[in-house]
């Protein structure tokens, strides 16, 4: 058995259009260990979704090669499908049949990979009740709700007892309550069951909480490797101000504007309101000079802090993926990343 | 929660071993894809009615055919028996040929055939031939029915039990060879995404050519069109379906031995198919369309 989960190298994937050649993976390269939660970041279109369903063999790549659980996705998909549960992304739902019931649409799965009737059935209903299924669990799919089919789906990958994971944002249309359920689960599986778990998502709050490693793609390029405080440490030389006012939002576009009208700084990054105070985050270009000014600038409100900051993992991601951290301006952040 | 998680953990704790057999999850297949059908209660009841209509129309077109000029063209004089035996016939072609490429272009638009493909047991030939299992169920009863709603309304078929048996074994050893071609079709829709005409195409050169309304007989006085009907294997096994059933020919008779002859000569089309839809399988892996349609 060897150490690493799945290992790709230089896996790339092109599509033709027409006459237009699209690199939808180039030159992937990653060695993912055994237990590992393993997060792929990117935005729209990088490639995260060709390069797992190489890993699960739903598509062949034009160069390179990749081993899932030592076993090559080229030479023998039969042996890597035995080893992969796998969640697809961004279907709402559609991947089940949506004229049996939630049970009769994992007990057809359970068939087709062959999980002894007895074990399917208590995995089933163990499963069903955990993500609060049990009493739908006869009802056709076609009347569930889009995150009940999301819970199916997960249940779906699981029920062959893979050793690996590759979930396609498995917690997208879940409500609050069961996304923190579903992250507490899967880090237990990481935990406690030595699984290893390869996962995309756009919840940067989930990838950081969750994630040992992560990877950025970007069209179709890996850009970056590493722990979530790795890359924020990448980014480092975006200087960042954090500002803690003890007041309520009304005056919060006000200070944002004076903020703004600084020249020492360069964008606002984020806003955050809570019930005691608000929690602004500037990008400058020096903090030596800026700081004096902003608290020069925010004299007579009611400051708690103003201090140097990390990029928040959302900050780092764009910056390193290359997009530009002043969208975050008519986007508020919602919620505080550490 | 951490309780709850615990307890969830305990249905992992155990590595299960995983045997099942083809037939078994093939038989999965069959089971589900019946209760998906079982959810269209109206598809079913316009089936039934649709049996009902089909078999009186030749009903009353069978009063335009003299039972002489039947007898003259070597068959027994009942054209209803002769109609009922052929859409009956039809009915199982077509859904021999058309049965999987239809199901997978379903399967495709609700997205459930990416899931199916990445199964991890024999590379998806067990759930092929569960689909294959449901058609010959579905064509069956079609068939009951309409050789009942036939019977009712005088159609005389033979009623000896080995005949019957000599007679399925003839339908099966069909439909066997046109699920090569079925398979066939279904990977040319993987890959290429067309279906109604292809599948129409196919279906109406066999049925124009097997005689599935009027006996091969007449196309004696058009030779290029009695040739094109002999090589097709439909033509020789509805002729030994119904030699069977109307006339009470056994196997051994010379004109059945020629035409069994003549359609195990396609029998390897069903390993010919597995093959071929195993290669445009790979090739919509190798161009990533298999969830698109």
Redesign the interface.
Known sequence: MTEYAIVSENLT?V??TGKKKVV?VDHVSLKIKRGEFFGLLGPNGAGKT?FT?ML?????P?EGEAWVDGYSILKE???V??H?G?M?GE?GG???????SGY?NLM??A??????KD?AE??IR??LR?LELEDDAHK?VMNYSTGMRVKLMLI?A?I??PDILILDEPTLGLDVETAR?VR??LR??VD??GKTILFTSHNMYEVEMLCDRIAIINHGRIIFVGTPREIREKVEETKIVEIRLLENSSILDEVVNKLEALSVVDHVLSKEVSERSITIRVSVTDHAVAIPEIVDALRGYNIESIQRALPTLEEAFLKLAGVETNILNSKPIRGKLR | MTDEIAEVMKVFYDREVRKGSFLTRALASLYYQLKILASYKMHIALEFLDITLSVLIYYFVGFLVSPQALSSLGYSPDYLAFAVLGISMSRYLWTSISRLARKLHHEISEGTFESLVAIDTDNFKSWLTGQVIYGFTWSSMWFVGTLAVGLFLGAKVVCDFLLWVQAIFILILTIVVHVGIGIVAAGMYIKHKQLETMLFFLSLVMEFFGGVLYPLSLLYNYRILYYISILLPFTHGLEMFRRTLMDGWSLLHPRMIFHMAFLLLFLPLIYIGFKVFERYLNMARKEGILGAY
């Open positions: 994937k599509f033709q939808a060709t369903k699960v063999t739903l598509l062949i034009d998909p039969l042996e499908r035995k992969v796998w697809m279907t559609r991947a089940l049949y949506w004229r049996l009769d057809f799965f068939k087709l990979h062959n999980v002894p074990v208590r995995r163990v499963l955990f056709l779906r699981l062959h007892n359920k507490a689960f237990r599986l406690d069951l």
